[in-house]
C-alpha cells in the first residue's frame, strides 16, 4: 500500500514557476512509476509526465508541457517532483500524482494509487 499526498501549488502569474511535491508514504516508492495528471474544470483528467521507478531515467511528458515542465524524483526522501517554469493560464488545473507498476502509460488506469490534489492557478 502506497499513500501519496501533493504539495505545492497555488495561485501564480503566467510566466512564473511552481514546483510540486508528492510524498509517499511506505518502503517500496523507488519500485513505482511516478506520474502526474492533471484535471482542469469541466474537463477529463490527462496525463502531464512520468517518470521510470528506481533511478527515474525515463520521462516521459504531454506534448503540452514539454517545453517548461520537469519531473524529477528522490528515493531517499520518497518524494517525487514536478517542476513548472513558464506557466499559462492554461495550466490551471488540479494536479495529481499517481504510482504505478504497470509501465509508463498515459493513462490514468495505469496506476494504483492517488494522491488528494492539489490546485494551480495561473492568472493572466
Known amino acids: 500500500q502506497v499513500q501519496l499526498v501533493e504539495s505545492g501549488g497555488g495561485l501564480v502569474q503566467a510566466g512564473g514557476s511552481l514546483r510540486l511535491s508528492c510524498t509517499a508514504s511506505g518502503r517500496t516508492f523507488s519500485s513505482y512509476a511516478m506520474a502526474w495528471f492533471r484535471q482542469a474544470p469541466g474537463k477529463e483528467r490527462e496525463f502531464v509526465a512520468v517518470i521510470s521507478w528506481s533511478a527515474g531515467k525515463t520521462t516521459y511528458y504531454a506534448d503540452s508541457v514539454k517545453v517548461g515542465f520537469t519531473i524529477s524524483r528522490d528515493n531517499a526522501k520518497n518524494t517525487g517532483y514536478l517542476q513548472m517554469n513558464s506557466l499559462k493560464p492554461e495550466d490551471t488545473a488540479v494536479y495529481y500524482c499517481?504510482?504505478?507498476?504497470?509501465?509508463?502509460?498515459?493513462?490514468?488506469?495505469?496506476?494504483?494509487?492517488w494522491g488528494q490534489g492539489t490546485q494551480v492557478t495561473v492568472s493572466s
Open positions: 499517481a504510482a504505478g507498476r504497470s509501465g509508463l502509460g498515459y493513462t490514468s488506469g495505469g496506476y494504483d494509487y
